[in-house]
Nanobody, 120 residues
Framework: VQLQASGGGLVQAGGSLRLSCVAS????????MGWYRQAPGKQRELVAV???????NYADSAKGRFTISRDNAKNTVFLQMNALEPEDTGVYYC???????????????WGQGTLVTVSS
């Protein structure tokens, strides 16, 4: 199983970016999918998570500005980021809880990260 994240880049404060993350490989089922951010010199932190049925949770810093969504048919999770601030700068990682077969256990997989830089 692999997760491939894309969509990062350099944007001015107030701008928008849309991140995508596709899960591929031997996948039977996906439960939670999420986005995490690691700012320079800081620990990785949760930005947003979306459950298989569509329920969502956001970090306080993301509420009202970011929207997480998913396309279950394409094993893809998105993060629409609006009104970006310099504090949003960091490497964004996607993850997903995946079963590789009906009788397998759930495992958490991580993407390679995509860099978001917000200039002031």
């Amino acid at each position: 199983v692999q997760l491939q994240a894309s969509g990062g880049g350099l944007v001015q404060a107030g701008g928008s970016l849309r991140l995508s993350c596709v899960a591929s490989g031997s996948i039977f089922s996906i439960n939670d999918m999420g986005w995490y951010r690691q700012a320079p010199g800081k620990q990785r932190e949760l930005v947003a998570v979306i459950r298989s049925a569509g329920g969502t949770n956001y970090a306080d810093s993301a509420k009202g500005r970011f929207t997480i969504s998913r396309d279950n048919a394409k094993n893809t999770v998105f993060l629409q980021m609006n009104a970006l601030e310099p504090e949003d700068t960091g490497v964004y990682y996607c993850n997903a809880d995946i079963k590789r077969s009906r009788y397998a256990v759930w495992n958490t997989y991580w993407g390679q990260g995509t860099l978001v830089t917000v200039s002031s």
